[in-house]
């Protein structure tokens, strides 16, 4: 199973195209954005290669020596600039690029310039948990019902009540953290914090998550798709203890699309496929 889009719109093409050129990839794997650009678009794609979409706040005298994307006044699609100061670098075919000032700026950029890994190719699951909704308190299960494209039977995010739910958005079907994280929360940064306060569906031993995004992977009999970091932020801060956001930075764990269900328990192994 594959992970896929709503068809491009003619604007949208030249932005992906410009995307292509700039990553070096093929057209055909980047998707569509089905309602304009930024994150509930091709950001998504992006995020699961490690990358951010950056909107720029003053395009018109924006500057940057690397490669970003860009549409000018009088154009009609995205051309790729770099420079300081900046110009036009490439055209895609077809494409009129104007003569006008930049009416909007696009950077594609890493969030994590060294994103920690561990050596840890195959695990089990440690804990299992869902919540009824958002401010929900956590119920542990010994075993859960996964479906495929939906999530946690009974979890908030399979029942459309989730805090950052949105219609089509990949990876929020299913959230992971490893208990090593939690484990160096303490150890690194003093901060005691039990593993169901991440609010994580899925806690783990001995798997390094961040190698897994991007990729499909087994829990257990289930198979899964690694769609972006579960990067802490000031929501779940907000009901934690001082320093965690700091210490789970690149270490929050990772959101995953179900791609084919099944029942998730206890002590099931977790691996790569082999297959990808």
Known sequence: MTLTSQPRSVENQTFSICLAEILKADLATIPAAPSGLGREGIGWWLAAQNLALIPVHQPASFEWAG???ARLAGGDGYVVMAGTPSGVAWVPKGVRCGNGAVVEGWVIAPPALSLPKRNAESGTVEEIYRFADSGAPAE???????????GIDGDRYALGKG?????????????????????MLETDHGVIMPAVDARRNIVTRNIGLNALMGKRFWVGDIL???SRLAEPCAWLQNTTPKGMLRGLVHRG????????????????????????
């Not at 542990?140 to 939906?150: D, K, R, T």
């Not at 099944?262 to 691996?271: K, M, N, P, R, T």
């Open 140 to 150: 542990p299960l010994s075993s859960a019902q996964l479906i495929a494209g939906v």
């Open 163 to 183: 805090h950052f739910q949105g219609e089509g958005r990949w990876g929020q079907a299913l959230t992971f953290i490893e208990v090593e994280a939690i484990e």
């Open 224 to 226: 899964c798709q690694g």
């Open 253 to 276: 764990g990772l959101r995953a699309d179900i791609l084919e269900g099944g029942v998730v328990q206890v002590g099931d192994a977790i691996g790569a496929d082999p297959e990808t």
């Open 67 to 69: 490669w970003w994307i």
